[in-house]
């Protein structure tokens, strides 16, 4: 190439250069534009016109840690109010004034951060946390760390309302349970995630606590329950092996007000004798992956039951002669005026629910929550006669989870239900539609009812 040609090309680059080096600087000068029309915009957003009042609820909302209702334990770790508190100087100053966003607090935290949450949620009760278990042990933390940290709390003992607790080692659990206030604490929920050898637990007790009202253990036998405890009102057992009559009528002789009991991946003992336990107030029970949960009919008797919950069910693989004998259901049936099926599996042709709603005749409401094969359920109340379920009244469904099938056969067969009950001469007052059966599908109930 020719040296003139060179130097042409050459000055074009400089050109080119020049230019793009301007086009920048006018992109920059726009980006600067802009971002101050956005900051001037934000200003007028309504986010930022809030009054104090409404931004405080709105907080509250949003990072307020309540106990789950099944575990019992709080919120997710990372789910915490400290962003809320980096956005502006009045969100900072907001989220610092209510106490209620700091009160759960999780012993996975450095020492500095917990001081720092109890000093923010002020003389709130606390709800504490803590968890131990592998995805701790990959992550270098050790056993004795969670130790130290909740024995740095311990001096807040009287404030400690909720306590959940996950741990790998029966010495911790022992250790820690007994360090904490037990005359404050309203809620305990336990979990052992070492081995489910019973034998770990042998003459061991977990502590008295004389104010719990809810209490909680998973993979722990019942027996290392203390005794007594006078306030409790919900219990839950989860992964505790065979229900012993003995350790029951411990229990229900020991905690007179409880009116709330789950049992979960549980069994009953069919090697001891027939010896049937009275809960004289429960109100509520719940069988939760319970195989062969009518066992318990013949295990419990519990006069005051008005809430009947069966959840996580495969009732496909339950033969109809090992359920249970009828007596015994017409005895536990009998004041159940809520029933309440839940990501249950229904088998197709069994007599089983037939049979279970011939014998619930209190029954005011059905629920049918993710149920697979609800439509079974409604062909076989609008195949029976008036003795099924004479005093229902209200109906609820739910299909979130279900097959498209079985949903479209709902329709038909509610059909068929409800002109069922009008020639036997009842009817239904309410008739609940939940997530799932939305759009065509709802109207189409509507036009049915």
Known sequence: MSEPRLVTLAKQRDALKAHIAALQLQLADAQRALRRNEIETASFAPVYVLPDDVLKMILEEAYEHDFDGETQSCATPGRDPLPATHVCRRWRATALS?????????????????????????????KVTCQFGWKEKRLGRTRDMYRTRVQDLVELGQRWQHFHLEVDSTQSLFDITTSIDRDSLQSLSLRYLGGDDEDEFMDAHLPSFPNLKSLSIANIPPSSISLPQPSLAFLRLSWCGYMFSEALRSISQAAPSLAELTIESAGRSTDEPFDRVTFPRIRKMTFCSVFLYQE??????????????????????????????????????????????????VPSRSPYHKELFRYS?????????????????????????????????????????????????????????????????????????????????????????
Request: hydrophobic share 40%; net charge positive.
């Open 296 to 345: 318990f009919f013949k295990l419990f008797d519990m006069p005051a039951l008005r809430s009947l919950v069966v959840r996580d069910t495969n009732l496909v693989d339950m033969g109809y002669s090992s359920l249970y004998d009828v007596s015994e259901a017409a005895r536990f049936l009998r004041n159940v005026t809520h029933l309440t099926m839940q990501r249950c599996k």
């Open 361 to 449: 005749p209190s029954v005011a409401t059905l629920s049918l929550c993710d149920t697979a094969n609800a439509d079974v359920i409604l062909r076989d109340l609008a195949e029976g006669d008036a003795q099924l379920l004479p005093r229902l009244q209200a109906l609820e469904l739910t299909a979130s989870h279900e097959p498209p099938d079985s949903v479209r056969n709902l329709l038909p067969m509610l059909s068929q239900f409800l002109e069922t009950r009008r020639r036997a001469g009842g009817t239904l007052k309410t008739i609940k539609l939940g997530r799932g059966l939305e759009g065509d599908m709802r109207r189409g109930f509507s036009s049915a009812i």
């Open 98 to 126: 209510l106490p209620t966003l700091w009160r759960c607090i999780h012993v996975h935290g450095s020492r500095p951060l917990l001081q720092l949450w109890a000093t923010r949620s002020g003389l709130m009760p606390l």
